[in-house]
């Protein structure tokens, strides 16, 4: 559910899976559930309340707050926006001193002051003090933080496992940055040294090598491009990064001990899945195996990443897309406008800018009807038609009317709805 729509719905209320309206319409924003509770807006005034509909919680300061995480939320003061933690009474049991605040993880909390980051635990004594420039969640007792412009590692005891001594850490693949929390993939984390980043993403002019869990440096600062590690195996290049995306990359891969696998041959390339990865040579793609042999010759327009043992490519000859088996061999033929990936057993597909999805053999379990299909969730899926959104159940028979103008997927048998405001 997003904010950004809030100006344009009138009130908001909840619904039950037949349809019924569990809560009338009458709140300026509800925010998704959490721990039993959901933020909602009422006449300027933040509330929490549970799944009835009853008022449990109201603040007693004027200002915003989040939704709970380990029995505890986020609350934020309008006057000067400082922020504290309410327990689940609606009491302050942490007092507004911190100028941002997260949710709490394994009963840690990253907090800012004074522009400097550390942690706290629930009672909101510091077991980090702040200290960092920046800083992450941790997430499997790993946090990233930055000091002086350059980036390391910390335990949960705030000792550092690697001292700040990288230029870069890309523990995402969101190449616009650090994401939240730390992450790395098949136990490596790629770092950077050198060069400037790029405002559309990437750093030119560096050296990229991977760290494992201990922070030591395992495969050497020596390409000039790095991709994450699917399937024990990540894309990699050794040309230069043009900011402007001007100059040709040559992609090749290595394995986790840095052996390249392939040649530095491919025009791109995408990531492992299931033991295959999409590559492109001469405007074609095709699929290689985790030794680097080409086991689907480059002959298709695109070529999507293996999931359920099908891959979505687009068809040469036709521009339209079908499914192929990890020969190669052409499961679904190429028929639709677009295709996702596999998931439980069924597809998305769109065929004249209408959504519907397939099963694996090709055939329709909704027929392409709807603007958009969400995934499923609790037996239902949301769809919209006409700029009106309601709900399917998986045979595809509307379920729940096309009449909401806002709606969210169900959680715990209930769903958020909205309607707009009307001239």
Not at 57 to 74: K, M, P, R, T
Not at 95 to 121: C, L, W
Not at 360 to 387: N, Q, R
Request: charged letters at 25%; hydrophobic letters at 35%.
């Amino acid at each position: 559910m997003s904010e950004n729509l809030e100006s344009e719905v009138e009130k908001f209320g909840l619904i039950d899976k037949t349809g019924k309206y569990v809560v009338e319409p009458q709140f300026d924003f509800i925010r998704n559930f959490s721990e039993g509770l959901a933020l909602v807006r009422l006449d300027n005034k933040v509330k929490y309340i549970d799944q009835t509909g009853k008022v449990v919680i109201e603040l007693q300061f004027e200002g915003g707050s989040s939704n709970f995480s380990e029995g505890l939320a986020v609350a934020t003061l309008e006057s000067n926006n400082k922020s504290g933690y309410i327990d689940k009474t609606g009491k302050l049991v942490i007092p507004h001193e911190f100028d941002y605040a997260t949710r709490f993880s394994q009963g840690i909390a990253m907090v800012m002051v004074d522009n400097k980051y550390g942690y706290i635990n629930k009672q909101g004594s510091y077991v980090i003090p702040p200290r960092f420039d920046y800083a992450t969640q941790f997430l499997e007792g790993i946090a990233v933080v930055e000091v002086e412009q350059k980036y390391g590692l910390i335990d949960q005891t705030g000792n550092y496992i690697v001292a700040p001594s990288f230029d870069y850490i890309y523990n995402s693949d969101n190449h616009g940055g650090i994401s939240d929390p730390a992450e790395f993939k098949d136990g490596l984390m790629r770092v950077g040294m050198g060069g400037q980043r790029c405002r559309m993403g990437g750093v030119t002019g560096g050296k990229w090598g991977y760290i494992n869990q201990m922070g030591k440096v395992v495969i050497p600062f020596k390409f000039a491009i790095t991709g994450e590690f699917y399937n024990g195996r990540a894309m990699v290049s050794m040309s230069s990064l043009d900011c402007e995306g001007r100059s040709p990359i040559k992609w090749g891969y290595i394995n986790s001990s840095g052996e390249y696998i392939t040649q530095l041959q491919f025009d791109r390339a995408n990531n492992f899945s299931e033991g295959l990865a999409a590559v492109e040579i001469g405007g074609k793609w095709g699929y290689i195996d985790l030794s680097g042999n080409l086991v689907v010759q480059p002959q298709f327009k695109s070529g999507k990443e293996f999931s359920e043992g099908l891959a979505a490519i687009r068809s040469s000859e036709n521009g339209l897309y079908g499914y192929i088996d990890k020969t190669g061999k052409f499961v679904i033929s190429p028929q639709f406008s677009g295709a996702e990936n596999f998931s439980g057993g069924s597809a998305g597909v769109e065929v004249n800018d209408k959504r519907g999805s397939i099963d694996k053999t090709g055939k329709y379990l909704i027929e392409p009807k709807f603007d958009a299909i969400s995934e499923f969730s609790e037996g239902l899926a949301l769809v919209g038609l006409h700029k009106k959104s309601g709900y399917i159940d998986k045979t595809g028979k509307v379920v729940i009317e096309i009449k909401f103008d806002i709606a969210a997927l169900f959680d715990r048998g209930i769903a958020i709805v909205g309607m707009k405001k009307r001239p």
